[in-house]
């Protein structure tokens, strides 16, 4: 059994939808969406659970409905915000502490309780964890957190295998949201010339790539690679 976050949309639904079409068992994780509750309707072996991750209750639905299975192949923490293209100066830092919840704190929370059941973990890295996004830099502090988080549990949970997949630029709600953000910045006119030159990835490619880092990598393969980039290793 899996367990997918952000499975409502995006990447997380296109790792669900892949994960059940190789007749995986998955427990998919979203706030109550009707993109979560089609999941099950068309892929039988798929459980929506809806949980709220700006709530420490959101973590614990999840924790609990693992409880009943003795182990947990992997996780995908796939669960994000759209994160606002906004300057520097205008970032609400209330705002910014949900965002942490989201991104940061509820993957940690789930690493840290699932961690006797789990085999392995997806962590989504971004290359906003390594170069500040200008005119979004509150996504590049968010997923900096977050990779450094992913890369503590790499180092610490030395029973489980984390994965910190980098998919590139993927056309989603949340890279749509830089693509029509009224506020002009070099991130904005950087994803429109991706978008001019092709070079968005639809969410099914990731998701099957996600599939196969979780189901065709050995344990020495991804303990031989502390990162895997989309296009290189797929
Ligand atoms: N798209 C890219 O180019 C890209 C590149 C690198 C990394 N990533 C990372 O990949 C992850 C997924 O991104 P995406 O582009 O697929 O985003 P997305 O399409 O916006 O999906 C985000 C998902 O998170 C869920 N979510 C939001 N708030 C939540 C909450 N409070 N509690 C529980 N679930 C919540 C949403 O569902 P509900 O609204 O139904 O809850 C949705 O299913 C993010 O961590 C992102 O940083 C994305």
């Known amino acids: 059994m899996f367990v997918v976050t952000g499975a409502s949309s995006g990447i997380g639904r296109a ?3 892949a994960l059940a079409e ?25 459980t929506a659970l809806a949980a709220d991750f700006l709530s420490d209750v959101g973590v614990s639905q999840v924790v609990e409905a693992c409880a009943s299975y003795p182990t947990v192949a992997g996780i995908v923490h796939a669960a ?6 906004q300057a520097f100066g205008s970032i609400d830092s209330d705002v910014l502490l949900d965002e942490m919840r989201v991104h940061v704190m509820a993957p940690i929370d789930l690493n840290q309780r699932l961690q006797t059941q789990l085999g392995r973990i997806v962590f989504l ?5 390594n170069d500040l996004r200008v005119g979004w830099a509150a996504y590049s502090i968010v997923k900096a957190a977050a990779q450094m988080a992913a890369r ?6 030395v029973n489980v295998k984390v994965i910190r ?9 949340l890279v749509d949201a830089v693509l029509k953000s009224p506020h002009d910045s070099p991130t904005r006119r950087t994803f429109r010339a991706l978008q001019a030159e092709g070079k968005l990835s ?3 490619e990731i998701g099957e790539w996600i599939a196969y880092l979780l189901l065709d990598t050995s ?16």
């Open 15 to 17: 790792v669900t939808v």
């Open 22 to 46: 190789r007749d995986q068992s998955v427990l998919a994780v979203a706030r109550d969406s009707a993109g979560l509750r089609e999941l099950p309707a068309n892929y039988p072996r798929v």
């Open 80 to 85: 994000g915000t759209l994160i606002e293209p």
């Open 125 to 129: 890295d971004s290359y906003s964890s």
């Open 152 to 157: 503590s549990a790499a180092e610490e949970l």
């Open 165 to 173: 997949a980098f998919p590139g630029a993927v056309r989603t709600p």
């Open 202 to 204: 639809p969410p099914d």
């Open 219 to 234: 344990d020495e393969e991804l303990s031989a690679r502390p990162t895997w980039q989309y296009g290189e290793s797929f």
